[in-house]
């Protein structure tokens, strides 16, 4: 079956760049779908941060849009997620997930176990 | 930004007995809501979609009801695996898509 494992380092320097990559494995990221960045920091709820589609159509959270820049590689059949100049605020567990926007569910409906980032000098 | 608003913030109750959830929406979503489980340590888990449907897999104790700005999810019979926090997120209106801050319903 379809999974998805995030990977990335687990500790970036404030004002420093965030990149993690979403490797989807058992399908393709060509399927018909939207792909999605969610992170939670410690204790606290959920906030979607972007998301993708195959062709390469983005679309971010207005809180964070000039910082984050999310894009697909076919060939290595994953997405990422870059966000730069990043704070404390910025720490947390980030998830990606499968959109099945106009599909059976309408929601996110697979997620990938989640990778910790700690923003800290 | 449609805003989503859950109640109570904690639910305390027994294994047995009924669950009730709330999420409010600052505007209508008509029926494109979702409800997500998140267990301690686990990535959040797709429960119910479009405020009424079942993903697959979830047990028929799990329900939900509404439209337009008020919606509800339902736990029949709490089972001791059913201790976890809860969120609603809307599907109407994006970006971005927004999750309530969520309820944990606690033994």
């Known amino acids: 079956q379809v999974q998805l494992q995030e990977s990335g380092p687990g500790l970036v320097k404030p004002s420093g760049t965030l990149s993690l990559t979403c490797v989807v494995s058992g399908g393709s990221v060509s399927s018909s779908n939207w792909w999605s960045w969610v992170r939670q920091p410690p204790g606290k709820g959920l906030e979607w941060i972007g998301e993708?589609?195959?062709?390469?159509?983005?679309n971010y959270n207005p809180s964070l849009n000039y910082r984050v820049t999310i894009s697909v590689d076919k060939s290595k059949n994953h997405f990422s997620l870059t966000l730069t100049s990043v704070t404390a605020a910025d720490t947390a567990i980030y998830y990606c997930?499968?959109?099945?926007?106009?599909?059976?569910?309408?929601?996110?409906?697979?997620w990938g176990l989640g990778t910790m980032v700690t923003v800290s000098s | 930004e449609i805003v989503l608003t859950q109640s109570p913030a904690t639910l305390s109750l027994s294994p047995g007995e009924r669950a009730t959830l709330s999420c409010r929406a600052s505007q209508s979503v008509s029926k494109y809501l979702a409800w997500y489980q998140q267990k301690p340590g686990q990535s959040p888990r797709l429960l119910i979609h479009d405020a009424s449907k079942r993903a697959s897999g979830i047990p028929a104790r799990f329900s939900g009801s509404g439209s337009g700005t008020d919606f509800t999810l339902t736990i029949s019979s709490l089972e001791p695996e059913d201790f976890a926090v809860y969120y609603c997120?809307?599907?109407?209106?994006?970006?971005?898509?927004?999750f309530g801050q969520g309820t944990k319903v606690e033994i």
């Open positions: 997120q809307q599907r109407f209106n994006w970006p971005p898509w927004t």
């Open positions: 993708i589609n195959d062709s390469g159509s983005a």
């Open positions: 997930a499968r959109d099945d926007y106009g599909g059976n569910t309408n929601a996110f409906d697979l």
